[in-house]
C-alpha cells in the first residue's frame, strides 16, 4: 500500500522520469566558451515566436532520445552523470574484501547483489512471494480486505493511503494522514476522458491486467481485469481532481480518529487501522488524523462495500504483482515495464540493470550511498560556493519585497519575517540515516524490498509522538532535483543538482544565475506561491495576508493560470493551469528573482558583451538552455495530465514571456506569437 514520505507536502523543481543521454555521461556539462552552446541555437525562429526553440532549436532537430529513455536533456544527462557515479561507488564496494565493509556498506553491496541475481529470480520463480499470494487469494470478508489494503510489507493498493506526516498546523508535531488512492492508472481523467489516447491507454492497461494475471497462473484472466477496470473507474469518478488535492485549505481536515466511522461508515476502519499498528492514543488522549479528500471518503467506501470481496483479491493481487515486477522473472518485468514504461512514456527498452540496482539503492539506502557519493564528488568548496548563492538570492528576495508596489505593509513586513526564518539546506544531510535496524540478505530481494518497508514504517510509528526532526532532507544527496517544505520553511538543494550545467565555475556570470539561480529562487518562491504562501515563517499553515491582498494576489495567479491553459503541447492537450499553478508561479518568480540577483551582482557595473551576446541576452539564453529537452508524446501527455510540472517548453516560455528584460533584450515586438502586452505580464516577486 501506499505510504506516504514523513516530509508530507514538498514542492520540488521536478520529476525526474528515467531520462537521461546514455552514451557519454560527461560530455557537454560545460556549454561553450562561455557557458552557452549557441550551436543550439534556431535564429531562423524569433524570440518571440518560440523562444524555446529559439534556443535549442538545432539541438532539438537533431538529437535523438535513446530507447531506454522517455526524454533527453540537460536534467537528464546529469542525472545519467549521478548514476554513472554511483555505479562506480558500486563497483568499488565489489571490489573490496567483504571483511573491510563497513555494515552499512556490506548492506549496500548485499542489497545490490540481490537484485542483480536475476538467475537466481528466475530459478525461484514465484516462490519468494508464494505466501502472500496465498494470503491475498485466501481473503473472505470485507475486514480481511481492508487489513490486507493496510499490510505493510504487502505494499499493495488500497481506496486509502495512511502514512505519518508532519502536522501542518503543529509542523513540530507528527500527524496521521490519510488521502483517495485506489487507482492503477496515472490519474482519474484516464478513466474518465473520451479522447482518443486516453481511450487506448484504458484498453492497453485493460490487457496489462490480464496479462499480468495469466502470468501468475489466475484463470480467468480477461473477466477478472474487467472487472477490476470498472471497479477502478467508479473509485476515480468519486476523487477529487488535481486542483483541488492540491488545495492545502480543502485538504486539511483533522478530526478524531475514531470520526472516520462517520466520515465513512461503510468501511472497516478498526481491521484497516490495526494493521498498521499505529497507536490510537496519545498523549492527549484519541488521536487525531487529517483526512485530505474528505468529501470523497464516504463515497469510496459505499464503492469498497458494494464490491464483492472476490474482486477485491483479484484487484489487490494484480497490483500486488506490479508493486514487486521489478524483482520478479523476467515475464513480469517486461510485461510491466510494456504498460508502464513504454504505453505511459514511450520507452521501448528498460534501462540496463546495473543503472536500476543503483537507483534501487538510492531509494532503499540512500543516505548511506549518498554519504560516500558526497565523499567523492561534493568538495567543501562547491558547499562554500552554493551557500554564498543562497544567500544572494535570499537577498534579492528581501530587496524585492520590501519595493512590491501592490503588498500593503502589514503583509510586507510579515513577508519579510518569513523569508528571514527560511532554513537552507545545502549538498547533504548534517546527521545520516541510521540504517542498523533495516536486515539486508544477500540472497532474497523480495525479502530485501519488505524488509525496507517494514523498516521505514515502524521507524516512523514508533518517533509519532516525539518532535518532529527537521534536521531530515526528502532527497537523497545524488539526486538530481530540489524542493522547497512549507512545514520546515526549508529550501533544499541536493549536492548532485550544484554542478554544470547549473553551477559552472568556468561560465559567465549571467548563466550561473539564470541556471542555478533560477533553481534557487524556484525554491524561495515555493514559499510564497499559491499555496506556500499560506504558511508562516514558522512552518504553520495560518493566513498571514490582509484580505486586500491575498485578492491582489490571487487575481494575479489567476491570469498566470489562463496563461498556462492555453499552452498545447499536443495537439488538443492543453495545460492543466490549476493543476501546475505552484510550479508555474515559481518559475516565474525564480527567474525574476534570479535576474535581480544578477544585476545586483554587477555592482553597477555594465556587463561586457562576449561573442556579440549582451548580459542580459546570456541570461536569458541560459535559463532555455537549462530547460532543454525533447520528450516522447505519450510522456508529454502523461506529465501534463498527471503531474504538477508543466513540460519544459512551456516553463521557458510562460516565465521569459512575464518579463520585461526578455522584450528588450530580444526585441519582442508586437504580433509575434507569445508577446505580452505590459499589462498582462505578472509580475509576483
Known amino acids: 500500500m501506499p505510504r506516504l514520505p514523513v516530509l508530507g507536502f514538498a514542492c520540488a523543481l521536478l520529476v525526474a522520469s528515467g531520462v537521461a543521454l546514455a552514451q557519454d555521461a560527461t560530455k557537454d556539462l560545460h556549454f561553450g566558451k562561455w557557458g552557452v552552446d549557441l550551436t543550439a541555437m534556431d535564429n531562423s525562429i524569433k524570440a518571440g515566436d518560440n523562444f524555446f526553440l529559439h534556443v535549442n532549436g538545432k539541438w532539438l532537430s537533431t538529437i535523438q532520445i535513446p530507447p531506454d529513455r522517455a526524454s533527453i536533456g540537460s536534467f537528464q544527462q546529469l542525472q545519467i552523470l549521478s548514476e554513472e557515479r554511483l555505479k562506480a561507488i558500486v563497483a568499488e564496494l565489489a571490489a573490496k574484501p567483504e571483511a573491510q565493509l563497513p555494515p552499512e556498506e556490506k548492506k549496500l553491496r548485499d542489497l545490490y547483489d540481490s537484485y542483480m541475481d536475476t538467475a537466481g529470480i528466475e530459478a525461484a520463480g514465484l516462490k519468494p512471494i508464494q505466501k502472500d499470494l496465498d494470503y491475498l487469494n485466501g481473503l473472505q470478508t470485507k475486514e480481511d480486505v481492508a487489513r490486507a489494503m493496510a499490510a505493510i510489507p504487502l505494499s499493495t493498493i488500497s481506496i486509502y493511503n495512511i502514512g505519518i506526516g508532519v502536522d ?10 490519510l488521502y483517495q488512492g485506489g487507482i492503477g492508472l496515472p490519474d482519474r481523467d484516464y478513466y474518465l476522458s473520451d479522447d482518443k489516447a486516453l481511450v487506448e491507454t484504458r484498453e492497453a492497461y485493460r490487457k496489462y491486467l490480464a496479462d499480468m494475471m495469466t502470468l501468475a497462473n489466475i484463470p480467468d484472466a480477461a473477466a477478472k481485469a474487467d472487472r477490476i477496470l470498472a471497479l477502478e473507474t467508479e473509485i476515480a469518478k468519486v476523487q477529487w481532481n488535481r486542483a483541488d488535492r492540491r488545495n492545502a485549505d480543502k485538504t486539511y481536515n483533522p478530526m478524531p480518529v475514531s470520526a472516520l466511522k462517520t466520515l465513512a461508515p461503510d468501511f472497516p476502519w478498526d481491521s484497516f487501522l490495526a494493521e498498521t499498528h499505529i497507536p490510537l492514543t496519545g498523549p492527549n488522549g484519541e488521536r487525531q488524523v487529517i483526512v485530505a479528500e474528505n468529501t470523497a471518503f464516504g463515497p469510496l467506501a459505499k464503492i469498497f462495500a458494494a464490491t464483492p470481496v472476490s474482486t477485491w483479491r483479484d484487484y489487490l493481487v494484480v497490483h500486488y504483482l506490479h508493486t514487486f515486477s521489478s524483482y520478479l522473472p523476467k515475464a513480469f518485468d517486461d510485461r510491466d515495464f510494456a504498460f508502464y514504461g513504454t504505453v505511459l512514456t514511450g520507452r521501448t527498452q528498460q534501462l540496463e540493470r546495473k543503472t536500476r540496482g543503483v537507483r534501487l539503492l538510492d531509494n532503499l539506502l540512500g543516505e548511506a550511498l549518498g554519504k560516500l557519493y558526497v565523499a567523492r564528488y561534493f568538495p567543501p568548496a562547491s558547499k562554500a560556493k552554493a551557500d554564498l548563492l543562497v544567500q544572494n538570492l535570499l537577498k534579492a528576495y528581501e530587496a524585492d519585497i520590501k519595493t512590491l508596489a501592490w503588498m500593503t505593509p502589514a503583509t510586507r513586513a510579515k513577508a519579510l519575517e518569513k523569508l528571514h526564518q527560511f532554513t537552507p ?18 540472497d532474497d530481494i523480495i525479502a530485501n524490498v519488505q524488509a525496507h518497508t517494514v523498516y521505514e514504517w515502524n521507524r516512523d510509528v514508533a518517533r509519532i509522538n516525539q518532535p518532529v526532526d527537521k534536521s531530515e532532507w526528502g532527497m537523497t544527496p545524488s539526486t538530481i532535483n530540489a524542493y522547497y517544505n512549507p512545514s520546515f520553511n526549508e529550501i533544499v538543494f541536493p549536492a548532485a543538482i550544484l554542478q554544470a550545467p547549473f553551477f559552472d565555475p568556468t561560465a559567465d556570470d549571467a548563466v550561473n544565475y539564470a541556471a542555478i539561480g533560477a533553481v534557487i529562487g524556484h525554491e524561495i518562491s515555493h514559499g510564497f506561491d499559491d499555496q506556500g504562501s499560506k504558511y508562516d515563517g514558522k512552518g504553520v499553515f495560518q493566513d498571514w495576508w490582509t484580505a486586500d491582498d491575498r485578492k491582489n494576489f490571487d487575481a494575479r495567479t489567476a491570469i498566470i493560470v489562463s496563461q498556462y491553459d492555453a499552452y498545447e503541447p499536443l495537439p488538443g492537450l492543453h495545460v492543466i493551469g490549476k493543476n501546475t499553478l505552484g510550479e508555474n508561479i515559481a518559475d516565474i518568480s525564480g527567474l525574476a528573482i534570479a535576474y535581480k540577483a544578477y544585476r545586483l551582482s554587477l555592482g553597477g557595473k555594465k556587463p561586457p558583451v562576449l561573442d556579440g551576446v549582451t548580459g542580459d541576452q546570456r541570461f536569458f539564453l541560459s535559463y532555455g538552455q537549462v530547460w532543454r529537452s525533447k520528450y516522447r508524446e505519450s510522456a508529454i501527455r502523461t506529465q501534463t495530465l498527471s503531474n504538477e510540472h508543466t513540460i519544459p517548453e512551456f516553463r521557458v516560455i510562460g516565465a521569459t514571456r512575464n518579463m520585461d528584460e526578455w ?9 509575434q506569437k507569445y508577446f505580452l502586452p505590459p499589462q498582462e505580464r505578472v509580475h509576483l516577486w
Open 168 to 177: 501542518d498546523k503543529h509542523p513540530d508535531n507528527y500527524s496521521v494522514n
Open 663 to 671: 522584450y528588450s533584450a530580444f526585441n519582442v515586438t508586437p504580433g
Open 425 to 442: 539546506k545545502i549538498g547533504y544531510p548534517t546527521k545520516w540515516r541510521d540504517y542498523s535496524a533495516y536486515n539486508v540478505v544477500r
